[in-house]
């Protein structure tokens, strides 16, 4: 893209609805009335959003943001274009994560089930890496019985020299991916430091249940590698965290019952959408209860940078180059699905963004 364009593309604001008006620190990246984006990831000039189909989203599961603001499919229609009966082994089925790679990659993650809750078709769950710089996808990693079993929703991904860690919100446990052999593992299965239950989502004082009536439990589901990659940091959606060094998740050599021994606790975080780490390691993560962005710093304080009931559920944020954070507001708790099939989402999403340093 030319600098031109670079520059149009950050400089579209798109005026806040009546419904939604933002505080002053935040800015309106991009609006949709047709995507529910729960993912964002910027490369210069260029931001990417994606968001599950089970939400309501009608856009495409992977887009490239135009100059309007507006959601082009990425890298193409063909992979945006599944419909049910189609072969899911080269197409998104339900995209729920991206995150990039140290080598100028972006990695998609599909859980390959079109439904929340329920199981991946078979072929579909996967991971699909898309060169940023050709715009074609250079890798696909099918996940077989090694890495899901029945009910896994691989949810996220991490990096870390040759390995890959993926969480599973579905069937609690890690999956570890060798970026090399492209082997998979499972570990921590049904382990309490990967497993929802213990807490309740609470979302404007009142309890999230999921389809069946009961309170909703999401199993494994953020996670972040310290800046160094000595530490894999990991819980279930409502708290709290523990750790592991990425040395024993990489050892094939390490048992399972080995593994689970190593796992320490590390921070009593609450229910969050997600969360970003920096070069610093400060853990910024959107805190559902309170509507708020919080930022734990590496002594363990906890510090509220903005509140704003715009923020309800900000889910998995990005922080740039420029330390700009940016915080897609897919509002998950408010799909249909949630509601007895009846939408309770405010249109039109947003994607905000703000400064994480102040001016100088």
Same mark, same amino acid.
């Given at each position: 893209?030319?600098?031109?364009?670079?520059?149009?593309?950050?400089?579209?604001?798109? $005026?806040?609805?009546?419904?939604?008006?933002?505080?002053?620190?935040?800015?309106? $990246?991009? %609006?949709?009335?047709?995507?529910?984006?729960?993912?964002?990831?910027?490369?210069?000039?260029?931001?990417?959003?994606?968001?599950?189909?089970?939400?309501?989203?009608?856009?495409?599961?992977?887009?490239?943001?135009?100059?309007?603001?507006?959601?082009?499919?990425?890298?193409?229609?063909?992979?945006?274009?599944?419909?049910?009966?189609?072969?899911?082994?080269?197409?998104?089925? =339900?995209? =729920?994560?991206?995150?990039?790679?140290?080598?100028?990659?972006?990695?998609?993650?599909?859980?390959?089930?079109? %439904?929340?809750?329920?199981?991946?078709?078979?072929? $579909?769950?996967?991971?699909?890496?898309?060169?940023?710089?050709?715009?074609? /996808?250079?890798?696909?990693?099918?996940?077989?019985?090694?890495?899901?079993?029945?009910?896994?929703?691989?949810?996220?991904?991490?990096?870390?020299?040759?390995?890959?860690?993926?969480?599973?919100?579905?069937?609690?446990?890690?999956?570890? @991916?060798?970026?090399?052999?492209?082997?998979?593992?499972?570990?921590?299965?049904?382990?309490?430091?990967?497993?929802?239950?213990?807490?309740?989502?609470?979302?404007?004082? #009142?309890?999230?249940?999921?389809?069946?009536?009961?309170?909703?439990?999401?199993?494994?589901?953020?996670?972040? /590698?310290?800046?160094?990659?000595?530490?894999?940091?990991?819980?279930?959606? %409502?708290?709290?965290?523990?750790?592991? %060094?990425?040395?024993?998740?990489?050892?094939?050599?390490?048992?399972?019952?080995?593994?689970?021994?190593?796992?320490?606790?590390?921070?009593?975080?609450?229910?969050?959408?997600?969360?970003?780490?920096?070069?610093?390691?400060?853990?910024?993560?959107?805190?559902?209860?309170?509507?708020?962005?919080?930022?734990?710093?590496?002594?363990?304080?906890?510090?509220?940078?903005?509140?704003?009931?715009?923020?309800?559920?900000?889910?998995?944020?990005?922080?740039? #180059?420029?330390?700009?954070?940016? @915080?897609?507001?897919?509002?998950?708790?408010?799909?249909?699905?949630?509601?007895?099939?009846?939408?309770?989402?405010?249109?039109?999403?947003?994607?905000?963004?703000?400064?994480?340093?102040?001016?100088?």
């Amino acid at each position: 893209m030319h600098a031109a364009g670079i520059a149009m593309l950050f400089a579209v604001i798109v $005026a806040p609805s009546a419904s939604f008006a933002v505080p002053p620190r935040l800015t309106v $990246a991009a %609006e949709s009335r047709t995507m529910i984006w729960n993912a964002v990831a910027v490369d210069g000039g260029r931001i990417f959003v994606a968001g599950p189909r089970w939400s309501g989203s009608t856009g495409p599961a992977l887009a490239l943001l135009d100059r309007h603001g507006d959601p082009q499919p990425y890298p193409d229609a063909h992979w945006n274009g599944w419909r049910s009966g189609d072969d899911p082994r080269n197409v998104f089925v =339900n995209v =729920n994560s991206l995150h990039r790679d140290d080598s100028g990659g972006l990695w998609v993650i599909d859980t390959g089930s079109p %439904e929340f809750g329920g199981d991946p078709l078979p072929g $579909a769950a996967k991971a699909v890496r898309i060169d940023l710089k050709s715009g074609g /996808v250079t890798r696909i990693v099918s996940f077989g019985p090694t890495a899901i079993v029945k009910g896994s929703y691989v949810d996220d991904i991490r990096f870390h020299g040759d390995h890959a860690y993926l969480t599973d919100a579905g069937r609690s446990g890690l999956i570890i @991916l060798n970026l090399k052999t492209g082997q998979t593992r499972r570990v921590l299965d049904g382990h309490p430091s990967t497993t929802a239950g213990r807490r309740n989502i609470v979302l404007d004082g #009142e309890i999230l249940r999921g389809p069946d009536g009961q309170p909703l439990k999401v199993n494994c589901d953020p996670m972040e /590698v310290s800046p160094d990659g000595r530490w894999l940091y990991f819980g279930p959606l %409502e708290g709290p965290w523990s750790r592991i %060094e990425t040395r024993y998740l990489d050892d094939p050599a390490m048992s399972p019952d080995e593994i689970a021994e190593k796992v320490d606790p590390w921070a009593d975080l609450p229910a969050m959408g997600g969360s970003a780490m920096d070069a610093s390691g400060n853990l910024y993560f959107s805190d559902l209860a309170r509507n708020a962005l919080k930022r734990r710093a590496t002594d363990g304080t906890i510090t509220t940078i903005i509140q704003d009931p715009a923020l309800h559920w900000v889910d998995a944020p990005f922080i740039d #180059e420029h330390r700009i954070i940016w @915080l897609p507001v897919p509002q998950i708790d408010r799909a249909a699905m949630f509601h007895g099939g009846e939408s309770r989402i405010v249109q039109p999403v947003q994607l905000l963004k703000m400064p994480l340093d102040a001016p100088k």
